[in-house]
């Protein structure tokens, strides 16, 4: 079992910044990918951003050139720094972690950390 909790929400104005992060935990497993989606009320869950093997990353186009995911592999942690944000990045972030566990890959999700962004 692997426990995924975000951090770093909160309000800020249009064209600021905010830096989310995730940390992952729980006992005999390894990091495949994690990343980011984000949801608003009414809408599905959308894609941000996901880092995986050798770091690769993907982005949304919506948020691609403002924001960058980043991991650091020793604390199980995941980033994700954003900036110039706008009121349309107003959502619940949620972080997932891929996880390859004894018997295969499960993927654990967080509960969400709601950003604001006022214009």
């Known amino acids: 079992q692997v426990h995924v909790v975000e951090s770093g929400g909160g309000l800020v104005q249009a064209g600021g910044s905010l830096r989310l992060s995730c940390a992952a935990s729980?006992?005999?497993?390894?990091?495949?990918?994690m990343g980011w989606y984000r949801q608003v009320p009414g809408k599905e869950r959308e894609f941000v951003a996901s880092?995986?093997?050798?770091?690769?990353?993907r982005y949304a186009d919506s948020v691609r050139g403002r924001v960058t995911i980043s991991r650091d592999n020793a604390k199980n942690t995941l980033y994700l720094q954003m900036n110039s944000l706008k009121p349309e990045d107003t959502a619940v972030y949620y972080c997932?972690?891929?996880?390859?566990?004894?018997?295969?890959?499960?993927?654990?999700w967080g509960q969400g950390t709601q950003v604001t962004v006022s214009s």
């Open positions: 729980g006992s005999r497993f390894s990091i495949v990918a």
């Open positions: 880092i995986g093997d050798s770091d690769s990353t």
């Open positions: 997932y972690c891929n996880a390859r566990e004894t018997y295969g890959v499960n993927s654990y």
